[in-house]
């Protein structure tokens, strides 16, 4: 179910003094299985853009498609569409509210009116996606559990109405190193071998070189770029222009090429740096 | 001259009966020290940071700030005063509606008489290069310029201290650089004592001395690049090291003679051109 934004504005309270444009004209298509990561500074317009994909904003002009249907549409059944697209909030662990683990994932599939045999069966399929142990887990408060647990069982709730569309508003922001890899390894896994279409806000340059397939790049409420990583981390000019950067080792390449080391101007993770160093030092390593 | 903080045998316990959050900690902050404090999520790093300014008071153990300790309570508006907190939030740290009365929030309490604020005011926006903004509502501005607002807020009181807990946490990379930016040169030109608890390898990367927690002990001290090279162990304890420092690591696997130590990208840069830069 593709996504399609045909110049997508949003203005929030408009026509009283607080009136302000968070997105202009936007002009966007997402295809089935992409993993898209959304970047751009503070206030760049964001979430605000995020939110519009699931129904939770309208846009205050122009119109937002997902598999040809107008989502804002009178006779649409923004319910349905809403399983579908699944949207993880910023800091999602602060909406927990049940007694238990299991009954905070299963509390979606519930709404749905599904049968109790289903419903266990999604809560466990959600919780092995986020790598939480069913036996270990299902029965205890949510509330026990560390920062990094709880961010994972608010994923599951949203995993366990098994939608097509996975959208995350910075889903590491305030976890240590390993909880941030285990946070974006899962979302790796469920966009590789689930076939979820993925569509990640974040201020890593670093995660977002690693993971995404392509890169909208948003600056003042607009769309300013979108390309690959490749694409995109190559303009180190354009990219600090607008105060988001590249990651470290496309700078490193950048300083390198201005210090003429003769290396492609594309090189944007450590790994490909690793091999295209150690391809030069071969060439003039003694021995 | 005497350490400015001083953290001896405090072992911190949350409830009767439950596990300690922190176990026999031993560390002394000298006058004018960048340090950082690593540790993973639970890891007992905030609790260490609410020691510091007497939020809590340890369990066992003593913690001395600026020779004021902690569990003496007629001291502790004093140790607050020497030993400023930024958290991790920057919208819950903002209490007025304009810039300026919410650096005054602080002096207020101190009982500094009113005539002395504005200049006290006027010097901490300055020294955070907020003074432009000294009129503005607080909610129109940037999460990094709001946590400039809290520094102001806690340099207008003449602290020898600032413990940031996690103050970047919820910015965007801009947003971290001034608020880093900002507290390092604070550090450098007025000599003011930095604890800096971060999730930021690269952060602690430009630190004087790393202080790595794990369940509620010190696991290792030294400076970041002694600490950094203990790539696995890092890994182990749910942390990482400088993204730089695991590429010194990968090429020298690869036969390349990088020093390990390498923090940034200056330095690697640079190390790189001593084998490969073309000669002229």
Avoid at chain 1, 62 to 81: A, F, P, V, Y
Avoid at chain 1, 230 to 257: D, N, S, T
Avoid at chain 2, 143 to 156: D, P, T, W, Y
Wanted: proline share 5%; glycine share 8%.
């Amino acid at each position: 179910m593709p996504i399609r934004l045909n110049n997508v504005t949003h203005t929030y309270s408009e026509g009283s003094a607080f009136q302000a444009t968070a997105i202009r004209g936007v002009n966007l298509t997402i295809e089935d299985g992409e993993f898209i990561a959304v970047i751009g500074h503070t206030g760049s317009g964001k979430s605000t853009l995020v939110q519009h994909l699931n129904g939770l904003l309208k846009p205050t002009d122009g119109q937002i498609l997902i598999d040809g249907e107008d989502l804002n549409g009178e006779k649409t059944d923004r319910r349905r569409i809403r399983q579908k697209v699944g949207l993880v909030f910023q800091y999602p662990e602060y909406q927990l509210f049940e007694e238990t683990v299991a009954k905070d994932i299963a509390f979606g599939p519930k709404n749905l009116g599904l049968s109790d045999e289903e419903i266990d069966q999604r809560v466990r399929r959600a919780m092995a996606h986020v790598h939480l142990d069913y036996d270990k887990y299902a029965e205890r408060s949510p509330f026990e559990l560390s920062g990094g647990q709880m961010r994972r069982v608010a994923i599951a709730g949203v995993l366990a109405m098994e939608p097509k569309v996975l959208i995350l508003d910075e889903p590491t922001a305030g976890l240590d190193p390993k909880g941030r890899d285990r946070i974006l390894s899962m979302v790796r896994d469920l966009h590789a071998q689930g076939g979820v279409t993925v569509i990640m806000v974040s201020h890593s340059m670093d995660d977002v070189a690693r993971l995404a397939t392509r890169l909208i790049v948003m600056s003042k409420g607009e769309v300013v770029a979108t390309g690959t990583p490749r694409e995109i981390f190559r303009q180190v000019e354009m990219m600090e222009k607008i105060h988001l950067g590249v990651p470290e080792a496309a700078k490193l390449c950048a300083v390198l090429r201005e210090k003429g080391i003769d290396l492609p101007d594309d090189l944007y993770t450590p790994d490909q740096l690793r091999e295209a160093l150690l391809a030069k030092w071969k060439e003039v390593s003694p021995c | 001259m005497d350490e400015r903080i001083k953290v001896d045998q405090v072992s911190f316990t949350y409830e009767e009966g439950a596990d300690p959050a922190l176990t026999s900690i031993d560390m002394k902050v000298q006058p004018g020290e960048f340090v950082a404090v690593l540790g993973h999520n639970g890891s007992g790093k905030s609790t260490l940071a609410k020691l510091l300014n007497a939020l809590y008071i340890p369990t066992e153990g003593a913690v001395i700030v600026c020779g004021l300790d902690t569990r003496d309570e007629s001291r502790v508006w004093d140790i607050r005063q020497q030993a400023g907190m930024i958290f991790q939030n920057p919208d819950n740290q903002i209490v007025a509606t304009v810039v300026k009365e919410d650096v005054a929030f602080g002096l207020e309490n101190l009982g500094v008489p009113t005539e002395d604020m504005p200049a006290r005011i006027e010097s901490a926006l300055a020294a955070v290069r907020m003074n432009e903004f000294a009129d503005s509502a607080p909610h129109m501005l940037s999460g990094g310029q709001k946590q400039r607002v809290a520094i102001a807020g806690i340099l207008a009181m003449e602290p020898s201290v600032i413990i940031a807990d996690e103050a970047t946490a919820m910015l965007d990379p801009s947003g971290r650089k001034e608020v880093l930016d900002t507290v390092r040169r604070l550090n450098r030109q007025k000599g003011i004592t930095v604890v800096w608890i971060t999730h930021f390898m690269e952060e602690a990367a430009q630190a004087d001395r790393v202080v790595v927690v794990n369940q509620g002990r010190i696991a290792r001290m030294g400076s970041p690049r002694e600490v950094f090279q203990h790539i696995d162990e890092m890994r182990d304890l749910h942390l990482d090291v400088p993204h730089m420092t695991a590429l010194a690591a990968e090429l020298r696997k690869g036969g390349m003679p990088i020093p390990q130590d390498v923090l940034t990208v200056e330095e690697m840069a640079q190390e790189v051109c001593k084998l490969l830069c073309p000669s002229d």
